[in-house]
Every structure is written in C-alpha cells, then in structure tokens.
C-alpha cells in the first residue's frame, strides 16, 4: 500500500503505511527506499537521512541494482523518475 500512495502522491498516507510495514518487516529494503523517497517529497529531509543511514545498515547499495543499471521495474517514466531522483537526494546527504 505504501508504494501506492507514494505514486499516487498521497506522501503522508504513504509514510503511515510504510511505518506499519517497517513493524511487520524491519529489515525490508524496498519499504525503506519507498519510506525515504516519500520523506523526500514531504521535504522531510532530516527523517530522510536517517533512512538512508538504517537502509544503508541493511544493504551496501541504496538503489536497487536493477534501478541502477536503468532496469527498474517500474514502467511509469514519470513515476520512476520521482522515485529515483528521491532516493538520489538523500543518498547524496550521507556521502
């Protein structure tokens, strides 16, 4: 649910769905990318950084490799742009 809402542009509903997620499967990388992209766009940039930090605890690599190499799974150009340009930005304040 929580993706949804965030391509949808619904980001606080989505926040409050990937949290619930985070409780059920806290070390779930994908809910974190999508949770931090969301802060992102609420300009919730300090909460964003701290994602980043717990995501980059989890894997070695922020963005999914396929998303990387431009294989990403999501068809959507405008959807995939918002989505990697955010996760993006809050790499870049960690590094």
Avoid: K
Wanted: with cysteine; glycine share 6%; net charge negative.
């Amino acid at each position: 649910m929580g993706a949804a809402h965030f391509f949808n542009r619904r980001y606080p509903e989505a926040v409050e769905a990937l949290l619930a997620s985070l409780g059920a499967l806290p070390g779930w990388p994908t809910t974190y990318r999508f949770l931090i992209a969301s802060y992102v766009q609420l300009e919730q940039l300090e909460e964003a950084r701290e994602g980043m930090i717990r995501l980059r605890a989890i894997t070695p690599t922020p963005l999914h490799a396929a998303e990387c190499a431009g294989n990403s799974p999501f068809r959507n150009r405008e959807q995939r742009a918002l989505y990697l340009e955010a996760l993006s930005l809050a790499a870049g304040m960690i590094d």
